[in-house]
């Protein structure tokens, strides 16, 4: 009984630690589910007004889903790794539009009101660090 609850204890901690930093989409659920949500509007050319943040007191200007909608309607994606510290978050992904080739991107989120917002997406990765042998 006293293995299990050690294992419950190092399982909880190590939990903790795979919600700050995942790669493969698997953590940040909150606002990996934002990001998804923001690109799937935008995708189906749907309004995505409330995804978007005031982001270090500047409202947005629709710039996130002009760049992203160059890829064309009816593209795909696939998050790859997410990270979150405090209110700020970064969100890989790869988006497959028209052309058919694979593009990363990075989105740039903020939390505001407890709710993640959509900052700006930007072409590129965002090298999200996610430990290894001895990080922790």
Do not use: H
């Not at 710039?63 to 890829?71: D, F, G, I, K, N």
């Not at 790859?80 to 058919?100: H, I, K, M, P």
């Not at 903020?110 to 930007?122: P, Q, S, T």
């Amino acid at each position: 009984m006293l293995a299990a609850a050690g294992a419950v204890a190092v399982a909880g901690a190590v939990a903790s630690v795979v919600v700050a930093t995942s790669t493969g989409g698997g953590g940040n659920r909150e606002l990996e589910k934002t990001t998804k949500e923001f690109l799937a509007a935008t995708a189906a050319g749907a309004a995505a007004d409330g995804y978007y943040g005031v982001c270090d007191g500047t409202p947005d200007t629709g710039a996130p889903r002009r760049l992203v909608e160059t890829e064309g309607p009816g593209f795909t994606f696939d998050l790859t790794s997410s990270t979150a510290t405090g209110d700020t978050a970064y969100v890989n992904l790869t988006v497959v539009g028209r052309d058919r080739s694979p593009t990363p991107y990075a989105v740039d989120l903020r939390r505001e009101g407890g709710i993640w917002r959509v900052c700006r997406v930007e072409t590129g990765s965002i090298q999200i660090d996610v430990g290894g042998p001895g990080a922790w």
